[in-house]
């Protein structure tokens, strides 16, 4: 179990310093985690720690150590090593504290292009033969190592023990990967101590993926014969990555009783390439879906061309980098995400983001699902637990082979063929203008970055535009790049129609028309996960920005961007030539496929290849303003209509807000021609009369509830502890996320609310500090509060307060049979939220 999650790496005197009867423990190893320690005390955001105890011996206390993903891309690295995945144990050598590296992951291995040294012409110019390609498996990553001579450590890639929260039921990956374990080793009549008595002695971690579609589906199934533990890595445990050759990794797994991991050798980097193109058009190998191979070879001479960029490893190293395939693997993972959407929502196409929804297979495939969740709901009991993924793409798969499965994509094609998806368009005019439509936070300038170094783009800021009457300037700035230019980037919000007319009127008039194509993140999931997401990303990028600085303490960053939010108009039709419907929620590698692909079939322009979109990735990773300024509080005066920035308040009440559209939600239940007459009526007056919630949260505790306790009293004392607990969330750089069922709709003739159910923390099991911090939190929450929780859908007029939907909620689980209160069971209705603060 964990014992403590470790932000600023802090050796604590708790931890057991175990006597090791082994001298070798490597000066260098013990430097690195050292080096690790001061890095964590200097910079928390950089390295994190967390402190387990060893399952096998709980005297045995384990550190995990956690990189910022996003920092593996910097050049030069800030991390002493690039190891992912690292586990550590303080011991005694000759009465000197030191440092062990237990279990050891693969160094973090870029996509071809992604870094300098990925390219095609630095791997040719620094590698050596041969070049093994294993498959990259579709599970989840497991470490094997030596705790003592006699005992194994089993671990995911941070963490182990056993699951907490909602993930206990499951097990935790650690677990799955300990079970197993057990069965291939009976299989071949060995056992744990032999195992742990091997590795000890070798120094190695067995690095496997774990495949268990009964455990938990990914993306690609695997069939009862490559269900379990893939071996694909014998790491030395050290501070340099140094691993064994496939052969011996695979003679391994057969005398332990491990699945082989798939490989093929190659004797140069043109026969890689040349292969993996070939699997690329189809995202199939031998007939297999497959997301991608990882390249393992070795560092030559790095001084063959010095114009070239060098490998950061010294010759001789173990070196690895990745070729991942798009298709079908990311297909199959949009149909996944909406199947999730649709059974939280309900079964209607309007309910999917427009982004998703770019694919004609997969606007089939939302159709074909809509209708087998209302055909049979009970397939899909389990699908939001991780099952039946598989079973529901296969079931469609096939169901597509049919004439009417053909008919309908082919229809679908059409289509979007017929709304301007098709570079024949390109007759009709002669420059382009793209247009993001979004709000700060989105990745609208990333995309645009790298689209600039992809096509050769013009691309202007706003944000770089400094002074009065930035507006005019920029769409000046735009004007005169389309002297030089045949496409520019009109890189601002845009979220006003104000701002599209000023770029339709700039271009009225020309000859050939200019077409105006927008990048369009529509307003079609709930705007508190927009919010989310928006303001997650502004503080994750840091100073790096012109104006827009994420507050850490105060959080004024989230304000602007709400603004943003609420003013924000809608593109309608006629006010572009044609629209790209981008994802909120994708990363910057999706979305940058997405855009694109869009200029691709648009404007006519040739595809680039793996090593030109990695090359763009590296580029706009790496990318910094032009123009710096004071960090300013508030929006540009032009993009808000109130400029003046508020007094801030404090909370009056603590609650979760829920990510979720209640109008668009609830709209699905009562189209149900079986939902009581009453509730239909009361749900039809609060949707005519504006009544419904347009900020549903669930309150946790309030103010009042305080001030109404007798001070020292058990229900004063219990409100205060709720209050502080809250307020540590929501002062957190960023808060855990939660889950909760909404089970019931509940309502009289003056309230009705949603009740909350199934309250958890969301997380991986790994104990990350987020985690672990909501775990906490949820343990402790009062029976008395947990058993009041509810959204407020809406009450009947101004008179009745929100307030009474508490009592409402409670009276009904008290007597449910009692004709005062309806109710209606809501089917799937999971809904995200973190603590926030409120004052309204």
Not at 442 to 471: E, M, P, R, Y
Not at 564 to 582: C, K, T
Not at 620 to 645: D, I, M, Q
Not at 713 to 739: I, M, T, Y
Request: glycine share 6%.
């Amino acid at each position: 179990m964990a014992l403590s999650q470790d932000s600023v790496g802090s050796v604590t005197s708790q931890v057991h310093k175990m006597t090791l009867a082994r001298s070798d423990v490597s000066e260098e190893d013990s430097r690195l985690i050292e080096e690790l320690h001061a890095l964590s005390q200097k910079s928390p955001k950089l390295v994190r720690s967390s402190e387990y105890t060893a399952p096998a011996d709980p005297s045995i206390v384990i550190r995990s150590w956690k990189m910022n993903e996003f920092k593996y891309y910097d050049v030069p690295s800030p991390f002493p090593t690039l190891a992912r995945g690292l586990f550590t144990q303080e011991v005694e050598v000759d009465g000197k504290t030191k440092h062990r590296i237990v279990a050891r992951g693969y160094d973090k291995f870029f996509n071809i292009g992604e870094v300098p040294w990925t390219q095609w012409d630095s791997l040719e110019s620094y590698t050596q033969p041969p070049y093994t390609l294993t498959l990259k498996s579709n599970g989840c990553i497991i470490f094997i190592a030596a705790l003592t001579p006699s005992q194994l450590v089993i671990t995911s890639k941070h963490a182990l023990g056993p699951a907490k929260g909602e993930e206990k039921e499951k097990g935790s990956h650690a677990e799955a990967g300990e079970r197993w374990l057990r069965k291939h080793l009976s299989d071949v009549g060995k056992t744990e101590k032999e195992l742990a008595s091997t590795l000890w002695e070798k120094n190695w971690t067995a690095i496997a993926e774990l495949c268990d579609d009964s455990f938990e589906e990914h993306v690609l199934p695997y069939g009862p014969d490559k269900t379990g533990l893939h071996l694909h890595g014998l790491n030395a445990c050290s501070r340099a990555f140094a691993t064994q050759p496939q052969d011996v990794v695979d003679a391994f797994a057969n005398e332990w009783g491990f699945i082989e991991t798939r490989s093929t050798v190659l004797n140069s980097i043109a026969d890689v390439r040349s292969f993996t193109e070939q699997i690329g058009r189809t995202g199939k190998w031998d007939g297999e879906a497959l997301e991608g191979f990882v390249v393992r070879t070795h560092v030559g001479s790095t001084k063959s061309n010095k114009a070239l960029s060098a490998s950061p490893y010294a010759p001789g190293s173990s070196f690895f980098f990745k070729v991942k395939f798009d298709e079908p693997y990311m297909m199959y993972r949009d149909w996944r995400e909406v199947t999730k959407i649709l059974l939280s929502k309900g079964p209607s196409s309007g309910n999917v983001p427009k982004g998703k929804l770019r694919r004609p297979e997969t606007k089939v495939y939302v159709k074909w699902v809509c209708a087998e969740i209302k055909r049979d709901r009970s397939q899909f009991e389990e699908f939001n637990k991780g099952k039946g993924i598989i079973a529901t793409r296969e079931r469609f798969l096939k169901w597509m082979e049919s004439e009417e499965g053909k008919g309908e994509t082919k229809r679908m094609g059409d289509m979007l063929e017929e709304k301007g998806l098709n570079p024949q368009d390109e007759k009709q005019f002669g420059k382009t203008i793209i247009v993001p439509i979004a709000v700060p936070g989105v990745g609208k300038t990333s995309i645009a970055v790298a689209l600039c170094h992809l096509f050769g783009f013009g691309h202007t800021q706003s944000d770089d535009v400094q002074g009065k009457k930035s507006a005019p300037r920029f769409i000046k700035n735009v004007q005169e790049l389309l002297n030089t230019h045949d496409v520019v980037i009109a890189d601002k919000n845009n979220h006003l129609r104000q701002h599209r007319q000023q770029l339709r009127d700039v271009v009225r008039g020309m000859s050939p028309p200019v077409r105006l194509l927008a990048l369009n993140w529509s307003f079609d999931v709930p705007l508190s996960t927009i919010h989310r997401i928006c303001g997650d990303r502004v503080l994750e990028r840091g100073a790096n920005h012109q104006s827009l600085i994420a507050s850490t303490k105060s959080k004024e960053h989230e304000d602007i961007i709400w603004q943003f939010i609420r003013n924000a108009e809608e593109l309608e039709d006629g006010e572009v030539d044609v629209a790209v419907e981008m994802d909120w929620e994708e990363s910057l590698e999706d979305a940058l496929t997405r855009a694109a692909d869009a200029c691709v079939r648009i404007l006519g322009l040739p595809k680039p290849d793996q090593e030109q979109m990695g090359m763009a990735l590296a580029v706009t990773r790496s990318y910094a303003p032009k123009t710096t300024a004071k960090p300013k509080l508030a929006p540009k005066e032009e993009e808000v209509s109130s400029g003046k920035k508020k007094k801030e308040n404090p909370p009056r009440y603590y609650g979760l807000v829920a990510e979720i559209d209640l109008p668009l939600a609830l709209r699905e239940v009562f189209k149900e021609d079986d939902t009581p007459k009453s509730g239909k009526e009361f749900w039809e007056a609060l949707s005519s009369s504006d009544r419904v919630a347009q900020h549903p949260h669930v309150t946790l505790v309030h103010e009042r509830t305080i001030a109404g306790a007798k001070p020292g009293s058990e229900e004063h004392k219990e409100a205060q502890a709720l209050w502080d607990r809250c307020a540590g969330l929501h002062a957190v750089e960023v808060p855990p996320q939660f889950n909760f069922r909404l089970s019931h709709l509940v309502w009289n003739d003056r309230v009705m609310a949603a009740v909350v159910e199934d309250l958890a923390v969301e997380g991986t099991g790994n104990g990350t500090k987020p985690e672990v911090e909501g775990i906490d939190f949820v343990s402790k929450l009062p029976q008395e509060y947990r058993e009041a929780l509810h959204v407020t859908v809406g009450t009947r007029d101004k008179s009745i307060r929100p307030v009474e939907a508490r009592a409402l909620v409670k009276e009904w689980k008290k007597a449910k049979d009692d004709d005062r209160v309806k109710s209606l069971p809501l089917e799937g209705m999971w809904v995200k939220g973190r603590v926030k603060g409120l004052v309204q």
